[in-house]
């Protein structure tokens, strides 16, 4: 038993699908809890006029009644809302009619940092569109609508997970400059059992689950656990966390291990963290080259915002919040709530052990 995320959908096309199945039945949904992680997705300094245009809602189309699940696959949409601009540039079908609003001529301006030009050599495109579209990170819509519904069944066993910004550079000044700028953010995760994820094998392992799911999104370029980089400089004496019990338990004084330990959870909080970069559409465009001459040209200039790091601190949390999700149905099974939590329950009082 395990979770399984399959999604579609370009930026500008008609909406953005997810199909989310192995879900127990009867884990109640709250529809306004979702809109508001899309909300605040959208949010954030540095974002552009886009996020107010789209205000972004969930539609499920199956697996739910009255806001509980049916133990079948939860199909849901995010429309997007800007697709009416976009209607005979990204129409899935042959346009009828005359060219009209965006998207109606070839990207043949390829931009530094994004897929376009990987993406048209490797796919045999004309139009970086074509790559750009899907590539977008418009996509961790889906990721956290996703997650929102993660973030339920977790918190039926008492696990909260939540994603801040750490660091970001001077939008101001960036913005000033037609710049972008990048920085990190960290997400933690409180009352994660011991014993989630596995050594038995490398892609079994928690920790390379979780720098997957957050290296996934686009624009991560550095994950940590714990004190990760920091780890690398320290003596052996001062990285690890000794081992302390009490009568509630096991416990650690200090969490450099960030809550892993051989790919395992090991009681203890649960901390990552993401780097970003900077973003590659910049308002000053990057020199490149053109798709159709190979002559030296400017990237597309395409409406972009200045920085998306806490927007990433959303998609961060929600991608931690899947991945422990997935671990945790691995770890109690249950084809209805009831037994899942049940299961959890039972653990617990097998192993010395609990939530402080
Ligand atoms: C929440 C979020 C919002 C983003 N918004 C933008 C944006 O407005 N403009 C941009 O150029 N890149 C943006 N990006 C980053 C690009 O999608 C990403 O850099 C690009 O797809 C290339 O992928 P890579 O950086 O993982 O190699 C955003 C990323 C995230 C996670």
């Not at 994660?192 to 370029?221: F, T």
């Not at 920085?307 to 099974?333: H, I, N, Q, T």
């Not at 299961?343 to 097998?350: F, K, Q, V």
Request: zero cysteines.
């Amino acid at each position: 038993m395990t979770l399984r995320l399959a999604t579609a959908g370009e930026s500008h096309g008609p909406a953005l699908v997810g199909i989310l199945s192995g879900l127990p039945a009867g884990l109640e949904l709250d529809h306004d809890r979702i809109d508001a992680d899309l909300a605040r997705r959208q949010q954030g300094y540095g974002r552009s006029p886009r996020q107010k245009l789209e205000q972004d809602r969930i539609e499920v189309i199956a697996g739910l009644r009255h806001g509980h699940t049916l133990g079948t696959p939860l199909a849901f949409l995010v429309r997007n809302r800007d697709h009416a601009n976009w209607e005979w540039g990204m129409s899935p079908w042959p346009p009828e009619g005359e060219a009209s609003g965006k998207g109606t001529k070839p990207v043949t301006l390829p931009r530094p940092g994004h897929a376009d030009l990987a993406g048209t050599l490797k796919y045999g495109l004309d139009d970086a569109r074509n790559a750009l579209e899907r590539a977008s990170a418009r996509q961790t819509a889906i990721t956290v609508a996703a997650g929102a519904a993660a973030k339920a069944l977790l918190a039926q066993i008492g696990i909260e997970v939540a994603g801040t910004m750490l660091e970001m550079g001077d939008v101001d000044a960036a913005k000033a400059e037609r710049d972008t700028v990048g920085g990190v953010v960290e997400v933690r995760a409180r009352g994660v059992p011991p014993g989630l994820g596995s050594y038995a094998s490398k892609e079994d392992r928690l920790d390379s689950r979780l720098a997957a799911a957050l290296m996934g999104i686009q624009a991560v370029k550095g994950v940590e656990i714990g004190d990760g980089f920091a780890l690398a400089g320290e003596r052996g004496s001062a990285a690890h966390d000794e081992i302390f019990r009490d009568e509630r338990g096991y416990y650690r004084e200090t969490n450099r291990a960030g809550g892993l330990e051989g790919g395992v959870s090991n009681g203890e909080e649960i901390v990552a963290r993401a780097a970003m970069k900077p973003l590659p559409t910049l308002m000053r465009p990057l020199r490149s080259a053109d798709l159709e001459t190979g002559e030296p040209a400017e990237a597309l200039v395409e409406r972009s915002d200045v920085a998306a790091v806490e927007a990433l601190s959303v998609v961060a949390e929600a991608s931690v919040a899947f991945e422990l999700a997935r671990a945790v149905r691995e770890k109690f099974g249950g084809d209805a709530i009831g037994d899942f939590v049940a299961a959890h329950g039972a653990y617990l009082e097998r192993i010395p052990w609990s939530a402080r």
